[in-house]
Structure formats: structure tokens, C-alpha cells
């Protein structure tokens, strides 16, 4: 079975530009998450999707904002990029959504340097 | 969101027994609790997890405390390929799936 990809895997934009990161999940997983790493606040979570719906949201301004299509594939899109959204950017993956032992499958990540 | 607490960094040496401590003193009696790791340049992955009694699988262990207040994650033979960050996370039995990640644990293994 196929792992958790992300597409692309590396971006260069510059300040003011927009950004759309995709993920595509296991097959059969309907949970996605999405995550920031940056080496000063560490991985912290951004949103969450089930079923295409919005299900928890993370501590980050509105021009971070993300999708779930019906086949369980997400993007998420940063508008109006700051240099401080230079980050690695990771998609997770899980069969069911609010389970507390449910296992998370992360993706390889979309480093973006923002210039 | 329940908080952990784990040393900043480890070091071990190769064929050598690893444990790593983590301490959740404010864990309520439903939270799950789940260790993951992340190797240099990869996304994390998950190792273990755990709830009241101890857990095995094919990568570690998992020692829980009686009181549930810390536990350790227990790598019976390092090899190097374990060299990476561990993280000892609470998840709550309710909410969504988001994972809270502390600062880990940097373990380095020895050759």
C-alpha cells in the first residue's frame, strides 16, 4: 500500500506570493492532517480534515486555509506569504477521525523557503 | 492540551538497550499515550502507543507507569537507523486527531 505523498516536495516563492501544497492520503484514509515544522516553534498543528468538513483547527492566521476533495486527497494554500512561513510543511494521514488510539501516517513534507 | 516532558537529548551506542523517559504528570485516566519519531529529513513515524499496561511491537516497548504519570520508551537493540527525535505525546480519548508535539527527545547512537 502507498504511503502518504506530497507534492511538490520543494518550493521557492517570494513575499506577497500564494502557495497551494497537495497531499494525497493511504488509500482508504479519510483523515488528514496538516502540520508546520520550523526549527523555532518546533511541529505544530494546523488543521484537520474528515469527509471534506473542517474538523479542528490549529493557532494560525486566516491566510492559512486548506480543502479535502471527496477522494480524501487535501491541499492547503498560504496567501500572502511571510518569510516567516519558511517552513517544512507535513500532511498526515489516519484511517478514522477523533479516535484517541488511532495512528497518524505522515508524508515526506513540502519544504517552502519563502525569499 | 496535556503537556510532556523529555530530555533534550540522549546517547547511546550501537547493540545497546535505549530507554527514554517521558513525563506526563497531568495525563487524565482516558489519554492515550503515543511516542513517534522523526529520522533527519523525513516525516515522523509512529512507534508505539499505549494506555494503562505495558505494549510491545516490533520497533520498541512501552513502560507505563502504575499512576500513569510518565513512561518510557524502551529500544531493545539500537541500531543506527534509530538515531532521530523522539516524541512522547498525550492524546486526549476526545477531540480530533491533532498531535501535540514537545521539543523530543535527540537521540544519537554510537557505532
Known amino acids: 500500500k502507498a504511503g502518504v505523498t506530497q507534492t511538490p516536495r520543494y518550493l521557492i516563492k517570494t513575499r506577497g506570493q500564494q502557495v497551494t501544497l497537495s497531499c494525497s492520503p493511504i488509500?482508504?484514509?479519510?483523515?488528514v492532517s496538516w502540520y508546520q515544522q520550523t526549527p523555532g516553534q518546533g511541529l505544530q498543528f494546523l488543521f484537520e480534515y474528515f469527509s471534506e468538513t473542517q474538523r479542528n483547527k490549529g493557532n494560525f492566521p486566516g491566510r492559512f486555509s486548506g480543502r479535502q476533495f471527496s477522494n480524501s486527497r487535501s491541499e492547503m494554500n498560504v496567501s500572502t506569504l511571510e518569510l516567516g512561513d519558511s517552513a517544512l510543511y507535513l500532511c498526515?494521514?489516519?484511517?478514522?477521525?477523533?479516535?484517541?488510539?488511532?495512528?497518524?501516517?505522515f508524508g515526506p513534507g513540502t519544504r517552502l523557503l519563502v525569499l | 492540551d496535556a503537556k510532556t516532558t523529555q530530555p533534550n537529548s540522549m546517547e547511546s551506542n550501537e547493540e545497546e538497550p535505549v530507554h527514554l523517559p517521558c513525563n506526563h504528570s497531568?495525563?487524565?485516566?482516558?489519554?492515550?499515550i503515543h511516542w513517534y519519531r522523526q529520522l533527519p529529513s523525513q516525516g515522523p513515524e509512529y512507534v508505539i502507543h499505549?494506555?494503562?499496561s505495558n505494549v510491545n511491537n516490533r520497533m520498541a516497548s512501552l513502560a507505563i507507569a502504575e499512576d500513569r504519570k510518565s513512561s518510557t520508551l524502551i529500544l531493545h537493540r539500537a541500531t543506527l537507523r534509530d538515531a532521530a527525535v523522539y516524541y512522547c505525546i498525550l492524546r486526549e480519548s476526545y477531540g480530533a486527531q491533532k498531535l501535540v508535539f514537545g521539543q523530543g527527545t535527540r537521540l544519537t547512537i554510537n557505532p
Open positions: 488509500s482508504g484514509h479519510r483523515s
Open positions: 499505549g494506555l494503562t
Open positions: 497531568t495525563i487524565s485516566g482516558t489519554d492515550y
Open positions: 498526515a494521514s489516519s484511517l478514522l477521525v477523533a479516535a484517541p488510539e488511532e495512528t497518524q501516517y
